[in-house]
């Protein structure tokens, strides 16, 4: 079994408080593994019964549906070998030792190292039939959560870990209706149509998006809530995008990472955040929860403040 390293967490060059639609070129593989892959995998498994865990839109083309779900195999293979191994007749995850046929039976090797983990989500996937099943089961083994986009529409999430944002609510819309929501996106919803037209004609891309919260929860439902442990974490999401512009398609390919604040600060990291946190409003502020952690997060930066004044 091939030992995993530790994530590397990462930290944007700039700290935009207000949502964008810059991009900038992928600067490793889409899919990352590391040694957290336990935490995603029991994160991923205590909410995929929930009803906004694993959609599909009405209108969705079951063939090109396949063929983009046997590309995201390819490409997870291509990248990590070691999560994802190809078999005579199919696919196998050595870490959770599940293995999905070219047929789409979900099954099972005994022996791997996270198999109790594996055995739940053989368990899971056979609830699904055919391409869903397949594509269910690799959501549940990677780090990552997936949205398959249809040029700008959402046509099909795998979305277990969101950042305050409900999936229900946006399958089937496009970049700009899921956005509006959010404060300060204007620049964002007026740049879908060159982001889209960018990513399939020269991606892949990729993208940053963080934020603070008070525990130490993956998932962050609005409508699941974690409760506030005392503490103050940076969350940020690694956000690539892998074009298929024969399809006309893309999968956006979501990273979460969270972490104690103070593991990713540093003296110049410390001024630029507090320089973003100055400028987050009101809406932005409740949009994200961040009312119990921005007084903490304050007072962590002001002893870095005072060494750099």
């Known amino acids: 079994m091939t ?35 336990p935490k ?75 198999e109790t983990m594996g055995k739940c989500i053989q368990a899971r996937a056979y609830l699904e039939t055919g391409t869903r099943a397949r594509i ?48 300060n996106s204007t620049i964002l919803q007026n740049a879908t149509p060159n982001l889209t037209k960018a990513v399939l004609e020269r991606g892949p891309f990729e993208r940053f998006v963080w934020t603070l919260q008070a525990s130490t929860s993956l998932g962050a439902h609005p409508e699941h809530p974690s409760s506030d442990d005392g503490g103050t974490y940076w969350r940020v999401e690694r956000q690539t995008f892998f074009p298929m512009p024969d399809l006309e398609r893309y999968w956006f390919v979501i990273r979460v990472h969270v972490v104690p604040l103070e593991t990713v600060l540093n003296p110049e990291r410390a001024v630029e955040l507090h320089a973003a946190l100055e400028k987050i409003g009101s809406s932005l502020t409740q949009h994200k929860r961040l009312e119990p952690v921005l007084p903490r997060a304050h007072a962590m930066l002001e002893p870095f403040l005072k060494g750099n004044s």
Not at 82 to 102: I, K
Not at 155 to 162: K, S
Not at 166 to 183: Q, Y
């Open 40 to 114: 995603y995998i029991e994160a991923k498994l205590e909410v995929v019964q929930q009803p906004w865990a694993a959609l599909v839109s009405s209108g969705a083309d079951e063939a090109l549906l396949e063929t983009c779900v046997n590309r995201l195999y390819e490409q997870v293979h291509l990248e990590q070998p070691a999560l994802l191994e190809r078999v005579n007749d199919g696919w196998h995850f050595p870490q959770t030792g599940v293995t999905v046929s070219n047929s789409s039976i979900i099954g099972l090797e005994t022996g791997a190292i996270l």
């Open 3 to 37: 030992e995993l390293g530790a994530q590397v967490v990462p930290f944007p060059a700039t700290l935009d408080t207000a949502p964008r639609g810059d991009l900038y070129r992928s600067s490793g593989a889409t899919f990352a593994l590391d040694a957290a892959l």
């Open 136 to 183: 269910l089961a690799l959501a549940l083994n990677i780090q990552d959560d997936l949205a398959l986009m249809h040029r700008d529409v959402a046509e099909a999430l795998w979305v277990m870990l969101p950042s305050s944002w409900n999936p229900l609510e946006k399958i089937g819309l496009s970049l700009r209706a899921i956005h509006e929501p959010v404060p």
